[in-house]
């Protein structure tokens, strides 16, 4: 689903020139539940925006379900969020001024489907993620784990091929962050494929590989899910 | 589209006082504009009112008294005028299409019953009144080539003579009235609404008559003229003074041996005054409504940057570049249309209002009359502030499809 080769990213600032990204290679295959660790300033933030075709690497090659994402365009990049990529994100990003239902239905707006469409499968998401019943909430009146949950379903409702979140429980209470871990899970078992950043051993924990970053290179993958396996019992 | 539309709505609506403030910004400077515009057109209207009913080409010449010596005449030499004048203007100087003597006494008494009215009493051909041919006739006919043949005993009184002599009702075509003690029968009123209604007082008999009563003989006093259509007036006046100068021995530079007037000068100054006093008007009406639309500029710029964020996400959504530059430029042609369109509406409206308020209350002000603004120059504004607003929200808009989603999200 996901192949990474040699990816470099460099951040430059007038003379001086940042190696955030030193060679990474990674496989992510259709179905697999991943989480990327690391501390602040491995890189791992980089590598998501990367993965998220937010931002350009200088390096390397990158192929999204069999899409080759080198030198795009802007609106080509659009095209490929849009359908292949489902976003979440630590501080929820919902628009402030679009109701719950509104807020899942946008992605299916910039796809070009009717109103009603979207206003029916942005209410089969809502209710999949248990708020059906908060559908016309204003993102104000909706509770950290409720806005983290509505986000879920706007990653959802395009059907991505990978769900992206980003320290999705982040701003969260350690019971809601449960909650949120177990959406992910059913989500899983739907058969996404989803890359959870974290820094969170408890979260990373949950998920079937981990991938560690330090100073912008892959330390370890893999092994863990024996780890897992134990820390769930 | 209305997707689009709606999505636009929203934007509007959670900042409703600053689109509020904005848009006024553009509807102040239409507004004013088409003020300025309408009022530019009522002082045009107005002083072309005053110009009366004289039609724009017209050139008159008279005699005066020599301020030259020449071929050994001295100065102060009065000039008279002839139709010989006439005749040879006629046959030397091409390019006159209509040429009249006019004979004239600046003072002489009308009466009619017991009542009586002082007028300027003219001795005129009939080609003369083809020459004031904007003058309207509100009853009877004008002098006509019998009347001059026969040498009718017939007068056209103007209003003004008219009201003095008769009560209001009386039709005064056929009656008699008596002109400088001879009585004559009234033939037709005409209003002349030049030098405010003093055109009007005057009375007009064939030439032929003039010259039996008042002995003037062949003598002319003011000979009128004007040039066939795609002449030039001043080149024809130059002739025309020319050679009459040589007739009557005039100095050519000479220039109150024989003197003129040339409508045209006028006409030509005025039209120039207000081709300057219109550029000016847009001068200004522009500069205002650029004001107005910086400020709708400036507010998306505003509007970018506190939606930096927003925009962020949307672009992580799947939108594309273009259809964020589309929606901001759709927002800032929505804004400055409507608010343009207000603008000229109401800028209409109180033209309109004003025109009707001048015309009801029958006020007569000065050079200033039914202001108005050409359907032309709507169309243009509307069309200008389309295409304004769209390059008003340009810049901004290019500035929101050049953000990228993790920077925006990283702003907070």
Same mark, same amino acid.
């Given at each position: 689903m996901i192949r990474l080769s040699d990816i470099h990213k460099y951040y430059r600032s007038g003379e001086q020139s940042l190696h955030v990204l030193k060679g990474i290679d990674l496989h992510i295959q259709e179905g697999e539940l991943v989480s990327i660790m690391g501390s602040s300033g491995s890189g791992k933030s980089t590598l998501l925006n990367i993965l998220g075709v937010l931002d350009s690497y200088d390096q390397g090659s990158y192929a999204l379900a069999g899409h080759s994402v080198t030198n795009l365009r802007e609106t080509q990049a659009a095209h490929l969020r849009n359908k292949f990529l489902g976003f979440v994100f630590q501080s929820f990003n919902l628009l402030p001024f679009k109701n719950a239902a509104e807020n899942v239905a946008l992605p299916l707006y910039y796809q070009g489907v009717g109103r009603k469409e979207r206003n029916y499968r942005a209410e089969q998401y809502l209710e999949m993620v248990g708020l059906s019943d908060r559908k016309h909430f204003m993102p104000n009146q909706l509770s950290g784990g409720q806005k983290q949950r509505v986000a879920i379903a706007r990653a959802l409702v395009c059907k991505p091929k990978v769900i992206l979140a980003d320290e999705p429980t982040g701003a969260l209470d350690s019971r809601t962050t449960q909650e949120i871990m177990s959406l992910f899970k059913e989500v899983h078992r739907l058969g996404n494929t989803i890359i959870i950043v974290t820094h969170e051993p408890d979260v990373a924990n949950q998920t079937h590989r981990q991938i560690y970053l330090k100073d912008g290179r892959v330390t370890t993958a893999d092994q863990v899910h024996l780890q897992h396996e134990a820390v769930a019992i | 589209m209305f997707d689009g539309l709606q999505e636009i709505l929203y934007t509007l609506r959670q900042n409703k006082l600053r689109t509020l403030l904005t848009a006024f910004g553009v509807f102040w400077g239409i507004f004013m504009l088409i003020l300025l515009l309408g009022f530019g057109r009522g002082m045009q209207n107005g002083v072309m009112d005053d110009?009366?009913? /004289?039609?724009l080409d017209f050139i008159i010449v008279w005699g005066g008294d020599t301020s030259v010596a020449y071929r050994g005449m001295g100065l102060a030499r009065h000039i008279q005028l002839g139709q010989a004048d006439i005749e040879a203007i006629k046959n030397q100087? =091409? $390019?006159?299409r209509i040429i009249s003597g006019e004979s004239s006494t600046s003072n002489g008494k009308v009466t009619f019953e017991g009542k009586n009215s002082n007028a300027g009493i003219h001795g005129i051909p009939d080609e003369y009144f083809k020459i004031k041919e904007d003058v309207p006739f509100n009853f009877g006919r004008k002098p006509n080539q019998l009347d001059v043949d026969e040498i009718r005993k017939v007068v056209v009184i103007g209003t003004v003579v008219a009201e003095r002599l008769f009560e209001p009702g009386? /039709? =005064?075509? $056929?009656q008699e009235v008596g002109v400088k003690d001879v009585v004559m029968t009234v033939t037709g009123v005409f209003y002349d609404k030049g030098n405010r209604g003093g055109n009007s007082e005057q009375v007009f008999m064939p030439l032929s008559t003039y010259r039996k009563l008042y002995g003037s003989g062949e003598r002319i006093d003011m000979i009128w003229l004007r040039p066939e259509s795609g002449v030039d007036g001043f080149e024809l006046e130059k002739n025309v003074l020319e050679l009459v100068k040589r007739r009557h021995s005039?100095?050519? /530079? /000479?220039?109150?041996g024989i003197r003129s007037f040339n409508m045209a000068m006028p006409a030509k100054r005025v039209n120039g005054l207000f081709t300057g006093i219109t550029v000016f008007i847009w001068f200004v009406g522009l500069g205002t409504l650029t004001a107005g639309i910086v400020g709708i500029s400036n507010i998306m710029i505003i509007t970018v940057k506190e939606r930096t964020r927003e925009i962020g996400i949307r672009k992580a959504l799947g939108a594309t570049p273009f259809s964020i530059v589309s929606t901001l430029l759709l927002e800032s042609a929505l804004v400055t249309s409507v608010a343009g369109y207000m603008g000229l509406v109401f800028g209409v409206g109180l033209l309109e209002l004003i025109a009707f308020g001048l015309r009801s209350a029958g006020a007569k002000l000065p050079y200033f009359m039914n202001p108005e603004v050409d359907f032309q120059v709507a169309i243009t504004a509307i069309l200008l502030l389309i295409v304004v607003g769209i390059l008003a929200g340009l810049m901004p808009a290019v500035r929101a499809a050049k953000i990228t989603p993790i920077e925006a999200m990283r702003a907070e």
């Open positions: - | 110009f009366g009913s /004289d039609v100087i =091409p $390019g006159v009386v /039709d =005064p075509v $056929g005039v100095a050519p /530079d /000479d220039n109150r």
